[in-house]
């Protein structure tokens, strides 16, 4: 007699499966601020090792200090060593010497701020309250690449026409036709919209559509607004969704600016903003804010909250554009 077939498990349910996906993007999420601060803990420790290196230094020439003098010799020996102490720090936290790659901003005050721009194939995130530039911002590190640089890069616009954002470019001074066909734009409002209607799968259907224009040429990609993207495309799970659209752009291995709506939250005068599950997910975050300095005049202000892979300034600088159409990234002044 032939022994009754065992019964095949029956798949989970979609709530089960649902759930096992926003526990691993949890794990991923916590290993990812256990890494973030391991390496400040890192670069605590590399200070603290170049603070007693400077303290054995001031040491030896105050022992040497008499008979150098004596015997003639320049007493510019700190001034020689106060040079090396930045760029030892800065070696230290960028892989004992190894040099980084780095896309420039072409804006001067940022770039210095970054110690020579953004190190290449990051995720940054640019945030920032209506008004204060991030498209601009965004527009303008691609254009001025394409023609400073000649590096390829693509406009992803989830919120505005194409046609929108030429105006604005224009707006800005920036001639199209110097990039020579190196900085694309594509329209993704319709392919959003689609993907709310269920027809595909809207991260699917982006991937195609950067793929039929990402040339050999193409190294920068700058998507905006991740809102906009979120609510055209009904994110069902928002850190799901965020998730796998980190992992795609790291696997382009393009350098990325993802651009974020955020609200000033400003209590006695200090400003307070919300965790949001992409800050933890990129690789750097910059902040730009609109700063009241007296009771009528307000400052456009911008701040590199984080940047991985690179030391680099945290404080607020004012961020203004010329008359001549030029970024420009200064000290901050007034209060």
Do not use: C
Not at 43 to 48: A, N, Q
Not at 248 to 262: H, N, P, Q, Y
């Amino acid at each position: 007699m032939a022994e009754p077939k065992e019964e095949s498990a029956s798949a989970p349910p979609p709530s089960k499966r649902k759930e096992d996906t926003r526990l691993v993007v949890d794990l991923r999420v916590r290993r990812l601020r256990e890494m973030e601060e391991e390496a400040k803990r890192r670069l605590h420790r590399w200070e603290k090792r170049l603070m007693e290196r400077e303290v054995a230094l001031d040491r030896r020439e105050a022992a040497q200090a008499g008979s150098g003098t004596r015997a003639g010799k320049s007493e510019d020996s700190k001034p020689k060593r106060a040079r090396l102490a930045t760029p030892l720090l800065w070696r230290a936290v960028e892989g004992f010497g190894r040099p980084i790659s780095r896309v420039e901003t072409h804006i001067s005050g940022l770039d210095g701020a970054l110690r020579g721009g953004v190190p290449r194939g990051s995720v940054v995130v640019i945030a920032g309250a209506p008004g204060t530039m991030k498209t601009s911002l965004g527009l303008f590190i691609l254009a001025s690449n394409a023609i400073s640089d000649l590096r390829g890069g693509l406009y992803v616009t989830f919120g505005q026409g194409a046609a929108s954002v030429l105006r604005q470019m224009e707006t800005l001074g920036i001639d199209m036709s110097r990039t020579e066909g190196r900085l694309e734009i594509l329209d993704a409002t319709l392919l959003s919209r689609l993907a709310a209607r269920g027809k595909r799968d809207w991260l699917e259907g982006l991937k195609q559509q950067v793929k039929s224009l990402a040339g050999d040429r193409l190294q920068l990609l700058v998507l905006d607004s991740l809102d906009a993207l979120s609510v055209l495309a009904r994110f069902e799970d928002r850190r799901v969704e965020l998730f796998r659209l980190f992992e795609w752009l790291r696997d382009l291995g393009l350098t990325s600016f993802v651009i974020a709506e955020r609200p000033d939250f400003i209590i006695r005068g200090n400003v307070f903003q919300g965790r949001h599950d992409e800050d933890f997910l990129a690789d750097g975050m910059i902040q730009l804010r609109l700063h009241p300095v007296t009771d009528v005049e307000i400052q456009r202000r911008i701040r590199i909250v984080k940047m991985r892979g690179t030391a680099h300034d945290t404080g607020y600088m004012a961020f203004q554009v010329s008359p001549g159409k030029e970024f420009e990234v200064s000290p901050a002044f007034g209060a």
